[in-house]
C-alpha cells in the first residue's frame, strides 16, 4: 500500500553544510577513542578490582596448599616446586579472564548499552576491536598477578626452587593464553549475548564436558579440545588427563594455533552476528 | 532536517513499519504519536541503524546515519532511559560514551549540570529513579552537541517539575535551529510544546501536519442553558445545525456561540449560559488512530 505525505508546514532550506560523512580509513582511526571508551568502562566496575582481587588470592591458596597439604606430585610422586607450581593457578586465572571477556561484551547486551555503542560508532567492528585489545590487556595483568601471587604462595608455603630453567618460557605462554582468553570469551560472549548463559556455559564446559569428552574420545581429538590447548600451553595435566593423553600431546607452539583458532572463530562468528542480530 | 522515504520493516507476517515517508523540519519540535505496536519505536531504531529496514532510508540534510563520520555529533538519541550499566557513575556512564565519539571530557560536566544531575555525578546508576535515568540518558544524548534530537518517551518517570523542565529543554532547542523528533504517548502534554506531529498507525503514516491542523479536526461543541430550548433547537435545525437537547441545555455541534448567540437573539430566546467546548487533541488523535490499534481497552 502507498502513502502519502499530507500536506505540512513548508520545511524551510537549511544552510547549514552537510553532516561530514565518513570514508575508507576513518573506521581505523576511531579505533584509539573507541579503546579509552573500553578502557573507561573497565576501569569504572567494581568487578575489575574484584577480578584482579579473586586471581591473587586464588594464586596464593592454591600454590600454599599444593605447598601445605598435598606437597608432592601424585603422578610423578616428587616434591612439588616453586619452578612449576607458580604456573598452576593460570589456568584458573584463564577461565576468569574468559569469564570476564564474556561479560564484556554480554552485559552490554543485557543493559541496553550495546545499543548507545553502535549508535555512536556504527563501524561495529571497531567496537568489537576495542574491547578484545583492552581484555586482552586485562588478560595479561591477571596473568602476571596470578603468577606472580602463585610465587608468593609457594614461596609462603616453603617450597623449594627446584628446577627453574623453563620457568621464564612457561611464564611466556602462559601470559599469551591469559591474553588470549578474553578474546575467547568475547566471542563466546557475542554469540550467545546472555550473561548468565555465556558464563555458566564457558563453566560447564571448562570443568565438565571437556573432561568427560576425554574419557571417552580418542587422544588424537581430545588435545584438539581448548582447554586441552590451554593445559597444554601452560604444560599442566588437568583431571581428565591420563597416559594416552599426554603421550598424545601437541607442542606448546602447536597448542597456541589451537587456542588461537578457538578465538578468531569466536570472534569471527561473533562480529558476524552482531552485524546480523539487532542491537538490543 | 530529517528525511524518512519510504521506510519497511517485516517481522516475518508482521509488517511493523509499512512504507513509512515523513519530513521532519529543523527549528520545530515534531511529535511521534500513535498507539502501541504502530511501529514508532521500530521506526526511531531504523532511523539511527539500529535495526535494518527492509525498504526505504532515512536521511539527515542529505546524509544516512550509517555514513555520518561521527553521529553523536549529528544526532542525539534517546531510545531506551534505562540503557546503563547500574554500577557505573552518572559521570563515567558519560565519560566512555563522549570518549568512544571523540567528544571532550569537559562536556560529561556540561550536560550533567544542563540536565540537573551535577550533584548525582558520582553516584551509581543502579539508584537512580526512572526520572533521573531520563535526564542522564537525555545528557548523553546532548554530549555531542548535535543539531537533531530524536527521544523515545522521554517525559516517562518524569515528575511534573521534570516534565516541564524536559518540555522547555526540547522548545529551547528547537528554538536555537535545532530538530526534535520525539515520540511520547502523553498527548496532552504533547501538545503543549509541539509544533508538528506525525501520526502513524498499525505501521502506516495517518498524518503528518500541523498540530494547529490536527486540533482543527476535531469539532467544537457548543453547550447552550435556555428555558427554551426545544424552540431554539427547531430555529437551529431550521439554520441546518444539529442540536441534541438534555438535561436543560442544549448540545450543538458544527457551530460557534456566536452563531448560535446571534440566532437566540434574533428571536429573543433568553440564553443563560453558552460555553464552547473543543476536542482535545487527544480526543482527536484517538479517533484518527483507533482503527488501527493493535492493543486497546475492551
Redesign the interface.
Known sequence: ?????????A??T?P?P??????RG?AVA?LP??L???W??LR????TPGLLGAVVVIGVLLSWILATFVKTDPDTHLPFTIGETFVFSTWLTMVLAIVMGTLSFA??VQ???L????????ARWVIVAAKAVVGSGLGLVMGVLGMAAGFGGAVLGGLEAGDTSGSLATAGWALLLTALAPMLGLGIGMIIRHSAGAVTGVLVWALVIENLVKSFAPASFTRLLPFSAAAGLLGIQTAGDNAETMAAALTRVQDAFVFSGYVALAIGIGTALLYRK??N | MITVSSLTKQYGQRTAVDNLSFDVASGRVTGFVGPNGAGKSTTMRMMVGLTRPDRGETTYRGVSYSHMLNPARVVGTVLDARSMHPGRSARNHLAAAAALASIPARRVDEVLNEVGLDSAANQRTGGFSLGMRQRLALAGALLGEPEVLLLDEPSNGLDPDGIRWLRNSLSAFADGGGTVFVSSHLIAELAMFADDLIVVGAGKLLAAETVATTLARGESTVSVRTSQGVELGQLLERHGIDADAADGHLSVRGTTTAAVSRIAFDNRIQVTEITETRRSLEEILLDMTGASAEFAAA
Not at chain 1, 500500500?1 to 508546514?9: K, Q
Not at chain 1, 552537510?18 to 570514508?23: D, E
Open positions: 500500500m502507498t502513502t502519502t505525505t499530507l500536506p505540512t508546514t520545511i524551510p537549511d547549514r552537510q553532516p561530514l560523512t565518513r570514508q576513518d576511531a577513542a573507541a579509552r571508551s573500553e573507561i568502562k569504572s566496575l567494581r568487578s552485559s552490554e543493559h541496553g548499552t545499543a548507545t555503542a553502535v549508535t555512536t560508532q556504527p539487532e542491537a
